[in-house]
Each structure stands twice: as structure tokens, then as C-alpha cells.
């Protein structure tokens, strides 16, 4: 163990992103301070979110996670030499007592306990993973994703040739990202299971879910949701086999438990701060606990949601390290505000970008906002560009004012400079009208002339002028005979690629007639039908159905964003 002083000038409790943040930031605000950091594990300051590139294989070794853009581990020795405060690993700082200003702190590798004062106090704890509420094996073939000995113990399976199938319990964040990590890199086959009747529940809505749960069909993954897993066995060879209900039993290698996570609020509990039901340390918006002395950021606070003004958990690596920022300003005597999250969230599953930002349709609903919705298909720059991607979008505005609530992305093409963009007005209070105001950067490498957040905001004024529009979710929607299905896209398209039999089953006839021959063809639409235009993207079916009004055809309605968003 290091030397230390019986007490320093702030203590930080907590040692992988807010901590170390903190600690950086207010040593260049207050070179003379003694700052001293506990960290429960041996390593510091590592990449967290970068675990799936360890597990996939793509990283050489856990050191990568760990080390700097110049290529110095970030040590103890790093921290003391380059950042000017000192760090003990192995330490677990197991009670504070806040009538003395002191922390309770055991050694894990000795066992050796002693007291360190303190005059301010940095709590960054992080979280740690929910508990599975079914029978669980204690076995190394069976854990979360966690921590660093999670993914070095899969790895190490992995590349002995030891897992030819996984099972990974949760659709979540981390359980859709392992689907790549595991699948593609490893050729390991895999198999999802989720309870609820989605994939990325809370985060997207379910159309928007299905295009990723399609997608992964199609990388082979095997992605089950609304099932319900009721126990995990071993088998007589120490293999996981897991029961779902109503299925027969899925034998595996491997099982994660992507279940996902709570805040570690034990200590702050105890000592008698102020906690939510789910153990998220309360803080004001400088991050100040109830204990004027006492600060809290990263994964084991709450955070109140900027469109709601309601509390929200949201543990982000993001989040973290601006409240690092913030609690070290605020310690070297500033006063600075964190203003709140919009959840912004990226990530990907094979060659599929997934993101969002706001509320979704569902939370809006919950949270007792009128809300409208709207979709579209584009390329992410010029068709004419060779490295032109689609993306499919989804827009959440408020009714009334056309106050813009939340966005959703999925696809191929560059989702997170739109959320980005978009999080930025969120944080404005924007409306409809602002996002169609936005300047972008614009140059064929990079984007088209009109972004697709400008379209975006297009098609919802659109709609305010009563053209109607069909949720892409329309494969729930009752069944409908009285509609004729208008395929305006071109001949060799429709041939190519027939429409999906979902479009069949649901709505009945199809009538197929390219966009450019409907005005001479109009004699062959029905007038007293009901007319879903629909295209690959939707731009044509929008051409299509105003030609059909103008025509004097009043039922017509357009599907949002096109098949592209069936694929």
C-alpha cells in the first residue's frame, strides 16, 4: 500500500470514468490540492464500453482498454506523474462516517483496514448487475458483462475453441451488441432470448425494434422476444441449459446475463444520504448530495430528464465524465450546473447502426404527453455516392406546440451526427420548425443538400396539412381488405423484390403502377377504395398520393418510410 496521509483535501470513491475525471480536472484547477482516489478493483480508468471489442477478439489483450493514445498505462504511476494526484488500487472503502469526515478502507489483497479524513468527498461507485429473480448456476460458463474478468474469462473459452453456442439472456444495450461480438468474430452461433415482447426495450419503439430484430435474422442470430426464461441448469459435463416456458430446453456453451444494471448506492445509503427506491444517489445540479460535502456522479446517481423534469436512471460513460467535469469545477470553487440528460444512446450490431435520443412514442405516452409521430427512409449522402448508406427514422413532436420529444435511427448510413444534431435541440426546447431551420455541413462526401432531419421536419408539416400516414408497425394493425395496395416503384424494382407477404396478409390486393405512368393510368385505381401508396423509400408513394388527390381520390394514405423500413 502507498503512503498516505491521515487525511487528504478531497477523497474519491470510485475509480473507472467519473472518478478519474474528477480527479484530473481538479487537479489542473488546484495544482496544490491533496486528492486522493480508492478504487475497489486493481485497474483504473478502463474503457468499459470497449468490452466487446476485447470479448470479439478485435482488441489483442485488456491492456489496450487501459492505456492511453500514446500508449502509457493508466496506473497509479500515471496519475501520480502526469495528473498530480495518487490513486490506491485494491482498496475498498467499506463505510463513511460523515460526522467525522472519515472513510473506512479495507485492503482486498491484505485485509488490512484503516481511516482516511477527508474535507470534501467524490462518490463514484458505479453500478453493478441485476440479479437474475430465476435459479442460477454459480459457474464460470454462466456470468454478466460486466467487468473485465467477465469478458477475459469468455475470451479465454473462446479462443481454446470451448463455445460453439451461446445463450444470452436480455435484449438490451449490452445483450444486441454481444450478438456481434460473439457471433461474427468467434463464428459461435447465438441465440437471444427477451422478455419483453421487443428487442431494446425503452429505448425504441417497436417498429423501429423490428427492423434490428430482422437484422440479426439475417446475421444468423436467433433473437427471441415476449419469452420467458424460468431457471438455468448445468448438465453433467458443467454446461448451461436453459429453460424457457413453453419451449424445450437450449442447451449452450456459454450463457450472459444481460439483465442490465443498478446503481451501487450501498454506501451512501448507509452513511444516511439521500437515495431513490432503486439506490440512485440523489444530487442537486451541481451535483451536491444532501451533504453539502459530500459530491456523486456517474452510473450511481439520478438524473432528471430535461423533457419530462422527471427522475430517470441512466447510466452512460458519457454522462459520467461530464460529471466528472462538473463536481471538479464546482470543488475548485466555480459553479457550474449539469442541466440534465436527454439520453442520447448509440450503438451498433453487425453492420447495423442503432440510436436514439428524447422519448420515445411509448415513454411520451407514459409521461402524459399528446404526441404525434412521423417516419422516413433516406440515404445518409448522395445515392450517387459510392459510400451512401440508408437510415430509417423515426420523430416524436408534442401535438400542440410541435415541440420535437425524441428521435429514433436505425440503419447502415451515419445515425449519429442526426442524433447528435438532435439532442442539441432537445436541449433548445426546438420545435418542428426549428429542425427544418438547421444548417448542416453539406458536401457530397459527406451529406446531401437537404439532411434527412430536414426531411424529417418536411414530413410532419407535411401531415399538420392532413395527408395521411401509415405507421411501418402496420403488421399489428387489424386486418384490412377494403385497402388497395398502390405499388408505385419502378417495373424492374417490383420484380426484383416483390412486396413482403406481411403487406398481403394485412391489407389484401396489390396494384402495381410505376410512379411515372399513374397520371395516364389513374382509370385503373379504384375510386371508391381506400389507396396505401407505397415505395422504397416514400418519397415516391408521397408524389403518388398527391397526384391521386388532385385526381379527386379522398382516401389515400401513404406508408411511412417505405419498405425500407420492412428490411
Known amino acids: 500500500m502507498p503512503e498516505l496521509a491521515d487525511k487528504s483535501d478531497v477523497v474519491i470513491i470510485g475509480g473507472v470514468a467519473a472518478g478519474p475525471k474528477t480527479a484530473a480536472t481538479l487537479a489542473r484547477r488546484l495544482p496544490g490540492a491533496r ?10 480508468s478502463y474503457a468499459k464500453c470497449g468490452f466487446p471489442f476485447l470479448a470479439s477478439g478485435e482488441l489483442g489483450s485488456f491492456d489496450a482498454l487501459v492505456q492511453t493514445s500514446y500508449g502509457v498505462a493508466r496506473d497509479s504511476g500515471f496519475f501520480q506523474s502526469s495528473k498530480g494526484f495518487k490513486t490506491v488500487t485494491s482498496a475498498e472503502v467499506t463505510q463513511i462516517n460523515r460526522g467525522k469526515k472519515t472513510v473506512s478502507v479495507r485492503m482486498c489483497e491484505t485485509g488490512e483496514t484503516f481511516e482516511h479524513g477527508y474535507g470534501r468527498l467524490v462518490i463514484a461507485t458505479g453500478s453493478i448487475p441485476n440479479r437474475p429473480p430465476i435459479p442460477m448456476p454459480q459457474s464460470d460458463r454462466v456470468r454478466p458483462f460486466s467487468s473485465p474478468a467477465d469478458v477475459t474469462g469468455f475470451r479465454d473459452l473462446a479462443q481454446r475453441g470451448e463455445i460453439d453456442n451461446v445463450v444470452i439472456i436480455g435484449g438490451g444495450f449490452i445483450g444486441v451488441e454481444l450478438c456481434e461480438a460473439v457471433g461474427e468474430m468467434w463464428g459461435i452461433g447465438v441465440k437471444l432470448f427477451e422478455k419483453q415482447p421487443q428487442l431494446l426495450p425503452y429505448m425504441l419503439d417497436p417498429e423501429m425494434a423490428a427492423i434490428v430484430q430482422r437484422s440479426l435474422a439475417v446475421q444468423g442470430v436467433d433473437a427471441l422476444v415476449d419469452v420467458e426464461v424460468e431457471k438455468v441448469e448445468l448438465d453433467s459435463q458443467g454446461k448451461p441449459v436453459v429453460f424457457v416456458k413453453g419451449r424445450e430446453p437450449t442447451p449452450a456453451d456459454y450463457v450472459f446475463l444481460c439483465l442490465g444494471v443498478h446503481p451501487e448506492g450501498r454506501l451512501a445509503r448507509e452513511s444516511g444520504l439521500d437515495v431513490s427506491e432503486n439506490g440512485a444517489i440523489r444530487v442537486d445540479s451541481a451535483l451536491r448530495t444532501s451533504d453539502p460535502d459530500i459530491f456523486a456522479g456517474g452510473d450511481c ?96 413532436y408534442e401535438q400542440k406546440t410541435n415541440r420535437l ?29 426549428d429542425l427544418m431551420d438547421f444548417e448542416h455541413g453539406y458536401a457530397p462526401p459527406f451529406a446531401e443538400a437537404l439532411d434527412p432531419l430536414h426531411h424529417m421536419a418536411a414530413i410532419a408539416m407535411t401531415r399538420e396539412r392532413g395527408v395521411t400516414f401509415v405507421s411501418p408497425d402496420f403488421v399489428h394493425a387489424p386486418v384490412d381488405r377494403d385497402t388497395l395496395v398502390l405499388d408505385v416503384r419502378e417495373d424492374e424494382e417490383s420484380a426484383s423484390a416483390p412486396l413482403p407477404s406481411e403487406i398481403s396478409k394485412v391489407f389484401g390486393e396489390a396494384l402495381h403502377i410505376p410512379l411515372g405512368q399513374l397520371r395516364e393510368r389513374l382509370h385503373e385505381v379504384d375510386r371508391n377504395r381506400r389507396i396505401l401508396t407505397i415505395c422504397q423509400r416514400g418519397v415516391r408513394s408521397y408524389q403518388a398520393a398527391l397526384i391521386l388527390q388532385t385526381a379527386g381520390f379522398e382516401d389515400v394514405h401513404i406508408l411511412s418510410a417505405g419498405l425500407q423500413a420492412q428490411t
Request: overall charge neutral; some cysteine; hydrophobic content about 40%.
Open 405 to 433: 420529444l425524441g428521435l429514433q435511427a436505425v440503419g447502415r448510413g451515419d445515425i449519429c451526427r442526426r442524433i447528435d444534431v438532435f439532442s442539441a435541440l432537445l436541449h433548445g426546447e426546438k420545435a418542428v420548425e
Open 35 to 44: 486528492i486522493t482516489l480508492f478504487q475497489k478493483e486493481k485497474h483504473l
Open 301 to 396: 446517481i439520478e438524473s432528471v430528464h430535461r423533457i419530462t423534469k422527471q427522475p430517470i436512471y441512466m447510466p452512460m460513460g458519457s454522462l459520467a465524465n461530464r460529471h466528472g467535469r462538473v463536481i471538479a469545477e464546482n470543488l475548485a470553487g466555480a459553479s457550474v450546473e449539469f442541466p440534465g440528460v436527454v439520453g442520447a444512446f448509440v450503438l451498433r450490431a453487425f453492420e447495423l447502426n442503432i440510436g436514439g435520443v428524447g422519448l420515445s412514442e411509448q415513454t411520451a405516452r407514459g409521461a402524459g404527453l399528446e404526441s404525434w409521430s412521423v417516419w422516413g427512409s433516406f440515404p445518409d449522402r448522395p445515392d450517387y455516392n459510392p459510400e451512401a448508406k440508408t437510415l430509417t427514422l423515426k420523430m416524436v
